[in-house]
Structures are given as C-alpha cells and as structure tokens.
Nanobody, 122 residues
Framework: QVQLVESGGGLVQPGGSLRLSCATS????????MGWFRQAPGKERESVAA????????RYADSVKGRFTISRDNAKNTVYLQMNSLKPEDTAVYYC?????WGMGLPSPDYWGQGTQVTVSS
C-alpha cells in the first residue's frame, strides 16, 4: 500500500508561482512512476505532468509546457510540481498519483492523493 499526501496549494495571483509536494509512504517509491493530475469545477480530471521512476523521462500537458516542471527525489520519497507563470485557468484541485506502468505518462494510476486546491486569482 502506498499513501500519497499533497501539500503546497493555495491562492496565488496570475503570473505567480507555487510548488506542490507529494510525500509518499513505504519503501517502494522508486518502483512507481509519479504524476500530477488536476480537476477544475465542471471538468474532467486531466493529466498535467508525469515523471518516470528513473527521473529521466518527463511528460507534460500542452497547456503547461514551459511553465510547469515535475521532479522527484527518490531518497526523500517525494515528487514535486513547480508551477510558474500561473494563469486563472490553472485553478483546480491537483492530485498526486502513482502508477506501476508507464505509457507516455501514467495510463492507470494505482494510488491517488487526496488533492490540494490551487486557486489563481487577482
């Protein structure tokens, strides 16, 4: 069993930055590919970014390329999402996810965090 706990969400002005963190339990963190999804009100959950267990491959949604960066620290069992140049349309609940499989990202996550709210507004 893997538990995921997100932190770092909040209210930020357009153009601002936030860094989300996802701490995981267990000793199997390095076996999982990790990613971030988000869900805005009235919309389906969408993939934002994913990172291979090795850290060598990253995938991003077109809407966040060049603004968001995903990274992982296998020694700390933690994955991060650095979000820069935030826009109002980035407002959503952001979820951390873990997947044993890799398919141009996370095809079917095995575990999910509880989510953290990100609100971009002036």
């Amino acid at each position: 069993q893997v538990q995921l706990v997100e932190s770092g969400g909040g209210l930020v002005q357009p153009g601002g930055s936030l860094r989300l963190s996802c701490a995981t339990s267990g000793r199997t963190f390095s076996m999982y590919h990790m990613g971030w999804f988000r869900q805005a009100p009235g919309k389906e959950r969408e993939s934002v970014a994913a990172v291979h267990w090795s850290g060598a491959i990253e995938r991003y949604a077109d809407s966040v390329k060049g603004r968001f960066t995903i990274s992982r620290d296998n020694a700390k069992n933690t994955v991060y999402l650095q979000m820069n140049s935030l826009k109002p349309e980035d407002t959503a609940v952001y979820y951390c996810a873990a997947d044993r499989n890799w398919g141009m990202g996370l095809p079917s996550p095995d575990y999910w965090g509880q989510g953290t709210q990100v609100t971009v507004s002036s």
